[in-house]
């Protein structure tokens, strides 16, 4: 009987007392950890109070990065090793997320998936795919993996936004555009911003376009 791979990582949630409506699980990079990511959460809560924050460090520790995860090797950026990694890691974030929706009384509808580059992929992947709609996407200098036939799994169609900066070494602005038509071949409804000047990271200008998208949650 093989077990799927539980995560852990830090998460912040509404003070004692209050009303938690909103779940938004932060996905993040190649090579980096949960910490990462969880401090974008004093800017996020500006638009979504009662909401809890997790970071989850992925499931598995990445060579060469000291204290850093993977969501999956990644020597290329070629489709195959891309759609294999997503795959695999795919049933492990699926069930993160039905433990902490559990944990917290919430339902799909109160989901919001983030994250950044590898966590992008993960996030725009499972997604798309809960049983039922959840509320957003947002991903910062990400891509999309795209499987034979991957419309015919799709069964949430939430609103997806896109942050890529137009400097991205690592990720060519392109993988953000080829996403983008991709998404809306499905049905998805889904807004990019390029950021100017940025690279693989995220820019000021960026975060208030999240904070804009997430405000609409």
């Given at each position: ?5 539980t ?48 970071s ?41 997320i ?18 950044f ?25 990400g ?25 991205d ?21 889904v ?15 960026g ?7 997430l405000?609409?949650?």
């Amino acid at each position: 009987m093989s077990t799927v791979t539980t995560l852990s990582g830090p998460r912040v949630e509404p003070p004692a007392g209050e009303k938690i409506e909103k779940l938004v699980i932060l996905s993040h990079g190649y090579g980096s950890n949960g910490y990462d990511l969880i401090g974008l959460v004093p800017h996020l809560q500006r638009v979504m109070p009662n909401t809890v924050f997790i970071s989850p460090n992925a499931p598995e520790a990445c060579p060469g990065a000291p204290m850093g995860y993977q969501w999956f090797s990644l020597s290329s950026l070629s489709r195959e090793e891309r759609l294999e990694g997503t795959l695999k890691a795919a049933p492990v974030l699926h069930n993160f997320i039905d433990q902490e929706l559990d944990r917290y009384g919430l339902e799909e509808k109160d989901l919001v998936l983030s994250g950044f580059s590898q966590g992008t992929m993960m996030s725009l992947h499972v997604g798309l795919r809960r049983k039922n709609p959840i509320a957003g996407i947002l991903g910062f200098s990400g891509a999309m993996t795209l499987p034979d036939n991957w419309q015919q799994e799709v069964t949430s169609r939430p609103p997806v936004m896109l942050i890529h900066g137009d400097q991205d070494d690592v990720l060519p602005l392109q993988m953000m555009h080829d996403a983008k038509e991709a998404l809306q071949s499905a049905g998805v409804e889904v807004t990019t911003h390029v950021s100017p000047g940025i690279t693989h990271s995220i820019g000021a200008d960026g975060l208030q376009k999240a904070l804009e998208f997430l405000q609409k949650m």
